[in-house]
């Protein structure tokens, strides 16, 4: 199919069409960077203290924080009673957790559980 328009465009024309092209791509591709990363960080991240004993014999204890998003609070959660349970399988045990104290409620706020458990040997 033949362009009129361009076939009776200058060189210096045709470049200068190309380069507003390439400029717009270029535009997008960053725009489209940005968009992801934005998403990335809703999802946020994700981290725990080391398991410390408590003033009870046989209790330990375990923080993690999440942040990013409304469901951060469940991530914390999630990650705190995992690493529970990898401290006394690790042990040949299961975990059993007895208290949990949850803090941060608003969206873009860091979320923290807090996990008190037991190991009890498995039947």
Same mark, same amino acid.
């Given at each position: =199919?033949?362009?009129?328009?361009?076939?009776? =465009?200058? %060189?210096?024309?045709?470049?200068?069409?190309?380069? &507003?092209?390439?400029?717009?791509? !270029?535009?997008? #591709?960053? *725009?489209?960077?940005?968009?992801?990363?934005?998403?990335?960080?809703?999802?946020?991240?994700?981290?725990?203290? %080391?398991?410390?004993?408590? %003033?009870?014999? #046989?209790?330990?204890?375990?923080?993690?924080?999440?942040?990013?998003?409304?469901?951060?609070?469940?991530?914390?959660? @999630?990650?705190?009673?995992? @690493?529970?349970? %990898?401290?006394?399988?690790?042990?040949?045990?299961?975990?059993?957790?007895? /208290?949990? /104290?949850?803090?941060?409620?608003?969206?873009?706020?860091?979320?923290?559980? *807090?996990?008190? !458990? &037991?190991?009890?040997?498995? !039947?």
């Amino acid at each position: =199919m033949l362009n009129n328009v361009s076939d009776h =465009m200058p %060189d210096q024309e045709r470049a200068s069409v190309a380069q &507003e092209r390439q400029s717009l791509l !270029f535009s997008r #591709g960053r *725009s489209l960077i940005a968009a992801v990363a934005a998403c990335a960080s809703l999802v946020g991240c994700v981290s725990a203290s %080391d398991v410390a004993a408590t %003033d009870k014999p #046989g209790t330990y204890t375990v923080a993690a924080s999440a942040t990013g998003g409304r469901m951060a609070w469940a991530r914390a959660h @999630e990650h705190a009673v995992s @690493e529970a349970r %990898d401290y006394c399988e690790r042990r040949g045990m299961q975990s059993s957790v007895t /208290t949990e /104290t949850v803090s941060g409620v608003q969206m873009m706020s860091a979320h923290a559980s *807090s996990v008190n !458990f &037991e190991c009890h040997p498995k !039947f």
